[in-house]
């Protein structure tokens, strides 16, 4: 019994440690991202998402880390924005990029495993958008795509569809700031920044838990042995293709699979595979059936093939692009976060943030967001609504 005892709480240990050094960066990440969504409306998403163009996708990519989102969010996000007209391409761009091209992703990378990671984060995901583009060029055809878009006014159920649907901008002339300074901007930020948080806190907790698991209870010697490290090209071309599949299987999406990373890498995983396994959080079990019940079955199929394929080539570009210019980092030196709190710069910036986040967090509770929280699950926009801004929901005057 004392032994299970000593192993739960090093387990433990290890998700307080991970999940103290990370606070911050959550913190200033959905802050900045309830900033954009509370001055940028959704329809003026879809206007500027109208086709496939290099242009367009590098729009579809840049708002898309702007509106970061948990994975469920963004899929349903993707699939609304399709509905009312935003070509397939751009959406699914924009989907990659609200999950994997993100400010609190870089910063928890960069945290935990160092500023490299960001960096092949930040060059892996454009990568990644572009191989996808000329797959869908080459594979995506009209019949399928038809397809898709009646299955997908069907309004079937996902995840997060409410959160999804709501448009909580604020109206009005003015400019950014204005309109940001304003107390209907300041109450659109707070209930953005609520609603992202309770939108990835299941997937984030589960995914610190399994990590501090699998680092307390699985030997180093297991994952070295599985990602072949002792064999340098063996490694790095094996990294790529499994690293996916692990993400696949672990059910953790989303900034939930950082922790899970640091420990694969600590475990011999190479950093092209780190990568991969870090951009298949759209690719996991869940997601998979959401695709099914959004798209149908043979769309599916094509995302599952064309997102693991452009995975696995940013993996390798990324791979050998950095270790050409010596940017891979000593992978002897990884470590996983066991201290506890000190004094350090990362308890006052967590100090500094959680009171932010208190702040939003009451006025979020004064102006009615309990609310629009229960609505975050919510039903799709039903059929004869794609198309229009959904004003049910619309968030302009609170």
């Known amino acids: 019994m004392n032994d299970l005892w000593h192993a739960l709480t090093h387990a433990l240990s290890i998700t307080g440690a991970m999940t103290w050094e990370i606070t911050w960066a959550l913190i200033l990440g959905f802050t900045l991202s309830a900033v954009v969504q509370a001055v940028v409306r959704k329809s003026t998403v879809v206007r500027l998402l109208g086709d496939d ?6 729009v579809a990519s840049l708002l898309g880390a702007a509106s970061s989102s948990c994975s469920y969010a963004a899929v349903a996000l993707a699939r609304s924005l399709f509905r009312k007209g935003a070509n397939f391409t751009a959406a699914m761009a924009f989907e990659i990029a609200s999950t994997n091209l993100v400010v609190e992703l870089g910063v928890i990378l960069a945290l935990l495993m160092g500023w490299q990671f960001t960096a092949a984060e930040f060059v892996g995901g454009p990568i990644m958008i ?3 583009a000329v797959l869908f060029r080459l594979f995506l055809r009209d019949k399928l795509l038809r397809e898709a878009r009646e299955q997908a006014d069907h309004g079937r159920a996902g995840s997060m569809e409410g959160h999804a649907a709501m448009d909580m901008s604020v109206g009005g002339e003015g400019s950014f700031a204005r309109r940001l300074l304003s107390r209907e901007g ?3 930020v707070a209930h953005v920044f609520v609603m992202e948080w309770a939108a990835i806190l299941r997937d984030l907790v589960v995914g610190l838990l399994v990590a501090g698991a699998i680092a307390a209870w699985v ?4 994952w070295r042995t599985f990602f072949f490290d002792g064999h340098p090209l063996a490694a790095k071309l094996w990294g790529p ?3 996916p599949l692990v993400a696949v299987f672990s059910f953790v999406c989303s900034i939930g699979n950082v922790p899970l990373a640091v420990v694969l890498w600590k475990g011999g995983i190479s950093f092209g595979g780190v990568v991969a ?3 298949a959080d759209l690719l996991i079990l869940p997601i998979l059936n959401i695709y099914r019940k959004y798209y149908g079955l043979r769309m599916t199929a094509l995302l599952a093939a064309t997102f693991y394929a452009a995975m696995v080539l940013a993996g390798y570009l990324v791979e050998f692009a950095f270790g050409g210019l010596g940017l891979i ?3 002897s030196r990884a470590r996983i976060p066991m201290d506890g709190v000190s004094w350090n710069y990362t308890t006052w910036l967590n100090i500094a943030f959680l009171l932010l986040a208190a702040a939003l967090l009451y006025r979020f509770a004064r102006t009615g967001g309990r609310q629009m929280l229960r609505m975050m699950g919510g039903a799709p926009e039903s059929p004869d609504s794609a ?4 004003t049910a929901m619309d968030h302009h005057h609170m």
């Open 53 to 58: 163009r290099p242009r367009t996708l590098a």
């Open 130 to 132: 572009v191989v996808l």
């Open 186 to 188: 300041w109450t659109s």
């Open 219 to 222: 030997p180093d010697s297991f």
């Open 241 to 243: 293709v499994v690293g």
């Open 277 to 279: 396994f870090i951009f």
């Open 329 to 331: 980092p000593d992978q």
């Open 387 to 390: 198309g229009h801004d959904h």
